[in-house]
T-cell receptor, first 114, second 115 residues
């Protein structure tokens, strides 16, 4: 199916464990983004990527690692999960050539760290 | 990118026009005004964007003042399904080495459409 998909939709993990959230888009968009959303904080940018093998930090990158070996995938890894990383995570993509430069967001991954 | 100011919440009667204001007094010449909305538990959805002219699409209209320091998103006939958080974001449309045109979200306006 065309679009942007995130997996898993829900994840519960223990403190200290490594967990990877997946994001896949079918449009070959150049740009991809990871946001987290907490109650009372709105959406905050974690990391973004301008193309394969090009990534950069956003507003709240600490505790996260990203990679982008292929244009269509942009996984987000929590190397040692903490309770403060309990959140809803959204992935987005954007095509620099699109007339509106709009972002398309995935449905989100709800992560709980216990 | 310039900051925006929006009221935290608004109500609107179903079937009436919803007018959501946004102040962006520090907007610069190459920055666009974007509007997104987020319906409960879903990912944000693009609505509309503009530079200096008024814009209209199938979802909404965007009115930008002549000095570009403020704008209004208009939902012409609000329905219960328009209940959501609406975000006004200002950003450059250019993807340069120093500015990827990142979307930075504020707190938005929670619009409650009532029957």
């Amino acid at each position: 199916d065309a679009g942007i998909t995130q997996s898993p939709r829900y994840k519960i993990t223990e403190t200290g464990r490594q967990v990877t959230l997946m994001c896949h888009q079918t449009w070959s968009h150049s740009y991809m983004f990871w946001y987290r959303q907490d109650l009372g904080h709105g959406l905050r940018l974690i990391y973004y990527s301008a193309a394969a093998d090009i990534t950069d930090k956003g507003e709240v990158p600490d505790g996260y690692v990203v990679s982008r070996s292929k244009t269509e995938n942009f996984p987000l890894t929590l190397e040692s999960a903490t309770r403060s990383q309990t959140s809803v995570y959204f992935c987005a993509s954007s095509d620099r050539t699109a007339t509106n430069y709009g972002y398309t967001f995935g449905s989100g991954t709800r992560l709980t760290v216990v | 990118d310039a900051k925006t100011t929006q009221p935290p919440s608004m109500d609107c009667a179903e079937g009436r026009a919803a007018n959501l204001p946004c102040n962006h007094s520090t907007i610069s010449g190459n920055e666009y005004v974007y509007w997104y909305r987020q319906i409960h538990s879903q990912g944000p959805q693009y609505i509309i964007h503009g530079l200096k002219n008024n814009e209209t699409n199938e979802m909404a209209s965007l009115i930008i003042t002549e000095d570009r320091k403020s704008s209004t998103l208009i939902l012409p006939h609000a329905t219960l399904r328009d209940t959501a958080v609406y975000y006004c974001i200002v950003r450059s449309s250019s993807f340069s080495s120093s500015n990827t045109g990142k979307l930075i979200f504020g707190q938005g306006t929670t619009l409650q459409v009532k029957p």
